[in-house]
């Protein structure tokens, strides 16, 4: 009995940061592939769900899965987060972009309402106090734009805590 509680705690690396929690599933043999993913991904998932905690109190289990047959990232609103087999894709950046989504970026018809009504009280006030007063959400295909962490190239670490400061406005607003 001890020795099946011990494999199975050692199946799964957890993590907790503020209110967000994620575990990561883990073979309990890895492959040198396997274990070198593991290590790239929960460094991208500590570094976003700290992140997440310094600038949000959004609530969200996380489950997290190597998926080598996803092209890039993915995440849905029950929670589940795959990285693939790409490991430019295993970072924080990623992690953060693929976090929104299981808080209901792109997932909840309350996200689509509000993007087609451009209806954001208190995420469009906070973005113009960046960007000026014409600053505006912008959405499409799941994601949003600016501070939406889509793209590599957006990456900074002033725009990921705008990432999660907007994402945390969302989510006040209903999203």
């Given at each position: 009995m001890r020795f099946s509680i011990l494999a199975a705690a050692l199946t799964y690396a957890s993590a907790a940061s503020g209110a967000i929690t994620w575990s990561l599933q883990k073979a309990s043999s890895p492959t040198t592939d396997q274990a070198e993913a593991y290590s790239r991904i929960e460094a991208a998932m500590r570094l976003a769900v700290a992140r997440y905690a310094r600038y949000s109190d959004a609530s969200k289990?996380?489950?997290v899965y190597y998926s080598p047959g996803?092209?890039?990232?993915?995440?849905?609103y029950n929670?589940?987060?795959?990285?693939g087999s790409d490991r430019s894709y295993m970072t924080e950046r990623t992690?953060?972009?693929e976090i929104a989504h299981t808080l209901g970026v792109g997932q909840t018809a309350a996200f689509d309402q509000k993007c087609a009504a451009n209806n954001w009280a208190t995420a469009t006030p906070l973005l113009q106090s960046w960007d000026g007063s014409s600053?505006?959400?912008n959405c499409g295909g799941g994601h949003f734009w600016p501070?939406?962490?889509n793209y590599e190239?957006?990456?900074?670490?002033?725009n990921g805590n705008r990432h999660v400061q907007l994402?945390?406005?969302?989510?006040a607003d209903g999203m």
């Open positions: 289990t996380v489950h996803v092209p890039t990232a993915e995440a849905n929670g589940d987060l795959r990285f992690a953060m972009h600053a505006r959400i501070y939406g962490l190239t957006e990456w900074s670490e002033t994402v945390d406005a969302m989510l």
